[in-house]
């Protein structure tokens, strides 16, 4: 069994600033890449970010510039630095990973989701 835990989403102001982080446990032999996706209402989800085991990072156009990724191999942990929000950047955001684990199953691994709510 993996586990990916997210944590960090709140309510913020337009312009503040949040951390998102999600840990991801069980029998695990190796984490490739792991990122954050988003999903808006009445919207589909899409990819805020990604980043490889290698640290080869990409954005969604959107948030380059006010967002940066990152990782921790030794925690199992991947980061989101969400700066100068904007309330179109209101979303459930959902880490995501791609997991080799001890024992037969899935690949893709989805974290349960943590809102992120920016007023204006």
């Known amino acids: 069994q993996v586990q990916l835990v997210e944590s960090g989403g709140g309510l913020v102001q337009a312009g503040g600033s949040l951390r998102l982080s999600c840990t991801a446990s069980g029998r695990i032999l190796s984490i490739d890449a792991m990122g954050w996706y988003r999903q808006a209402p009445g919207k589909e989800r899409e990819l805020v970010a990604r980043?490889?085991?290698?640290?080869?990072?990409n954005y969604a156009d959107s948030v380059k510039g006010r967002f940066t990724i990152s990782r921790d191999n030794a925690k199992n942990t991947v980061y989101l630095q969400m700066n100068s929000l904007k309330p179109e950047d209101t979303a459930v955001y959902y880490c995501?990973?791609?997991?080799?684990?001890?024992?037969?199953?899935?690949?893709?691994?989805w974290g349960r989701g943590t809102q992120v709510t920016v007023s204006s």
């Open positions: 995501n990973a791609g997991i080799v684990t001890s024992a037969p199953g899935p690949y893709d691994y």
């Open positions: 980043i490889t085991r290698g640290r080869n990072i």
